[in-house]
Every structure is written in structure tokens, then in C-alpha cells.
């Protein structure tokens, strides 16, 4: 059974930083990739970035590129999400994803965490 538990989420101010984490067990890690995605209230859930198995190929949505970072630890079965430069948007429940494809749609991912909450205030 494959369970992904993040953590690292917070209040933070704008303009701060976090660094989610996201750690799997049950499956071979390394044979997937992995994502992030939010999920305001009242929204639906959003692609945040993605990482391919080896960690070589990485896509961002627009939103977050050039603030946010998306990594991976395969000995650890750890992915990460750098984020910088926070903004009051930026406010949702991150979740990790784990899946068998390259896309940005939630329903590409198979197996899901059970969201860390990430508060910025203004």
C-alpha cells in the first residue's frame, strides 16, 4: 500500500519561505514521478510542478516559476518544494502526488498525500 505523508507546511509572511517535504512508502519511488499540486478553498486543485524519476526534467506552472523548487531525494523516497518569495495567493493545502505519467492533470497521479496546509498572510 502506497502512503505519502507531507509535512512543513506553515504561517508564514509574505515575501517568507518554506520548504514542503513529502516522503513515500509501499512502492519503488524512483520508477515515478512526482508532483505538487494546491488546492485553495472554494478552488479546484492546481498543478504546481513536477519531476520526472531521475530528477532531470522538471516543469513549474506559470504561477510559481522562478520562485518555487521542486527536487527529489531517491535513496529517501523524498521529494521537496522549495518556496520562496511567498504570496497572500499562495495560501492552500499542497499535496503530493505520485504517478506513472508526465502531465499536469490531477487525475494522471495515482496515489495522493493528505495535504499540509500553507498560510500566507499579507
Known amino acids: 500500500q502506497v502512503q505519502l505523508v507531507e509535512s512543513g507546511g506553515g504561517l508564514v509572511q509574505a515575501g517568507g519561505s518554506l520548504r514542503l517535504s513529502c516522503v513515500a512508502s509501499?512502492?519503488?519511488?524512483?520508477?515515478?514521478?512526482m508532483a505538487w499540486f494546491r488546492q485553495a478553498p472554494g478552488k479546484e486543485r492546481e498543478f504546481v510542478a513536477r519531476?520526472?524519476?531521475?530528477?532531470?526534467?522538471?516543469y513549474y506552472a506559470d504561477s510559481v516559476k522562478g520562485r518555487f523548487t521542486i527536487s527529489r531525494d531517491n535513496p529517501k523516497k523524498t521529494v521537496y518544494l522549495q518556496m520562496n518569495s511567498l504570496k497572500p495567493e499562495d495560501t492552500a493545502v499542497y499535496y503530493c502526488?505520485?504517478?506513472?505519467?508526465?502531465?499536469?492533470?490531477?487525475?494522471?497521479?495515482?496515489?495522493w498525500g493528505q495535504g499540509t496546509q500553507v498560510t500566507v498572510s499579507s
Open positions: 502526488a505520485m504517478g506513472t505519467f508526465a502531465t499536469v492533470q490531477a487525475l494522471g497521479y495515482s496515489f
Open positions: 519531476i520526472n524519476m531521475s530528477g532531470g526534467t522538471i
Open positions: 509501499g512502492r519503488t519511488f524512483s520508477n515515478y514521478f
